[in-house]
C-alpha cells in the first residue's frame, strides 16, 4: 500500500502564479522527500525536509513539514513552464534501510 | 560522472520469455533499489540492497529475483515473464545518513506480450 497521498493528483496554472501541492502519510518518518519527473524521464530529487523540522527552502521551492497531521506541502513560487512535471513526494519511515515509499504524485502544468 | 546507468531502456518480451535488467552506479552508494512505475500506481519498491552481496524484498517482489555481486551493480531478473510486469522499472542509489537523497537512473521501459 502506499504511504504518500498527494493531493491533487493533476493542477494547471499559468506562468508566473505558485503552485502548491500537499501530500499525506501514515507512519512516523525519518525524513520526507520531494522529486520531480519530467515525461519520460527519471525521478530528479528536489528537496528533503527531516522529521524534526517544520519548512525548508530551496530558491524557488518551499517545503513545510507537519509531523503532527503526518502532512506536507510543496509550493513552487512564481512558475515557469520549465516546471511542468510529476511531482512525488517520498517518505523514509525509520527503517535504517534508507527505503522510500512513494506517492501516486501530482501532475503539473504549467501555461505559459 | 555519469550518475546510475540502467540497460537496456527499452525492451520487448515475449510471455514467459526471461531477461536481466542492469543498473550501474559510479557513486559508490551503499543502498541500491528497484522500484516499478505503473500509471496512476506510482513508484512501489520491487528489492532493494542495502550493500554488496545483500538483498530484500519490498512491496511488490513476486516473480522478480535480484543479485549485488558488486558494490556498484544491482541486477533485476525476471525468470518467466507476464503481462502483468509490462511497466517502467526504475533503479536508485543512495548512501546512508539523513540528507541524502536517491540518485534514479532514466528508466527501462518494458513491454511483455
Known amino acids: 500500500s502506499q504511504q504518500g497521498e498527494e493531493d491533487p493528483q493533476a493542477l494547471s496554472i499559468q506562468e508566473g502564479e505558485n503552485a502548491t501541492m500537499n501530500c499525506s502519510y501514515k507512519?512516523?518518518?525519518?525524513?520526507l522527500q520531494w522529486y520531480r519527473q519530467n515525461s519520460g524521464r527519471g525521478l530528479v530529487h528536489l528537496i528533503l525536509?527531516?522529521?524534526?523540522?517544520r519548512e525548508k527552502h530551496s530558491g524557488r521551492l518551499r517545503v513545510t513539514l507537519d509531523t503532527s497531521k503526518k502532512s506536507s506541502s510543496l509550493l513552487i513560487t512564481a512558475s515557469r513552464a520549465a516546471d511542468t512535471a510529476s511531482y512525488f513526494c517520498?517518505?523514509?519511515?525509520?527503517?535504517?534501510?534508507?527505503?522510500?515509499?512513494f506517492g501516486q504524485g501530482t501532475t503539473l502544468q504549467v501555461k505559459p | 560522472n555519469a550518475g546510475v546507468t540502467q540497460t537496456p531502456k527499452f525492451r520487448v518480451l515475449k510471455t514467459g520469455q526471461s531477461m536481466t535488467l542492469l543498473c550501474a552506479q559510479d557513486?559508490?552508494?551503499?543502498?541500491m533499489y528497484w522500484y516499478r512505475q505503473d500509471p496512476g500506481m506510482g513508484l512501489r519498491l520491487i528489492h532493494y540492497?542495502?550493500?554488496?552481496?545483500?538483498?530484500a524484498k519490498g512491496e511488490v517482489p513476486d516473480g522478480y529475483n535480484v543479485s549485488r555481486l558488486k558494490k556498484q551493480n544491482f541486477l533485476l531478473g525476471l525468470e518467466s515473464a507476464a503481462p502483468s510486469q509490462t511497466s517502467v522499472y526504475f533503479c536508485?542509489?543512495?548512501?546512508?545518513?539523513?540528507?541524502?537523497?536517491?540518485?534514479f537512473g532514466s528508466g527501462t521501459r518494458l513491454t511483455v506480450v
Open positions: 536508485a542509489s543512495s548512501t546512508p545518513g539523513v540528507g541524502y537523497g536517491y540518485t
Open positions: 507512519t512516523s518518518i525519518n525524513n
Open positions: 525536509i527531516r522529521s524534526n523540522e
Open positions: 517520498a517518505t523514509d519511515a525509520r527503517s535504517n534501510t534508507g527505503k522510500l515509499i
Open positions: 557513486m559508490n552508494h551503499e543502498y
Open positions: 540492497s542495502v550493500g554488496e552481496g545483500t538483498t
